[in-house]
């Protein structure tokens, strides 16, 4: 979250700050963080993945997955499968969603439009 939501929006974070629909969710923002412990294993694990809401408003988590897993078995390790995301929810996500090609989407100049 950007710093100044940490800062700010109370009606995200406190019942009598807030009003519909938010309220029903309060605290929709917190500070504190949701802590999940996995035991890896080896043979069955090859990589852990970390992503926030821009990904993930997009691509399932078995979109993510398989993906990334295509593309660690063409090249045989990790190395790149960031941009690969990036890559393949711009290229068929969002500029399918935005009725755009890749290329018309990737020349809007950062900003609001992007």
Do not use: H
Request: with cysteine.
């Amino acid at each position: 979250l950007m710093v100044t939501r940490a800062m700010g929006d109370a009606y995200l974070k406190r019942k009598e700050k807030s009003f519909l629909p938010y309220s029903r969710y309060v605290p929709y923002i917190t500070c504190t963080p949701v802590i999940k412990t996995r035991r890896l294993d080896p043979e069955s694990d090859k990589f852990v993945l970390l992503a926030s809401d821009g990904l993930y408003n997009w691509m399932s988590n078995q979109e993510v997955v398989d993906v990334v897993r295509a593309y660690v078995d063409r090249t045989g390790n990790v190395s790149g499968a960031a941009q690969q995301l990036i890559d393949y929810v711009l290229r068929e996500k969002i500029a399918v969603a935005l009725n755009m090609s890749y290329e018309q989407l990737r020349r809007i100049n950062p900003g609001n439009r992007r």
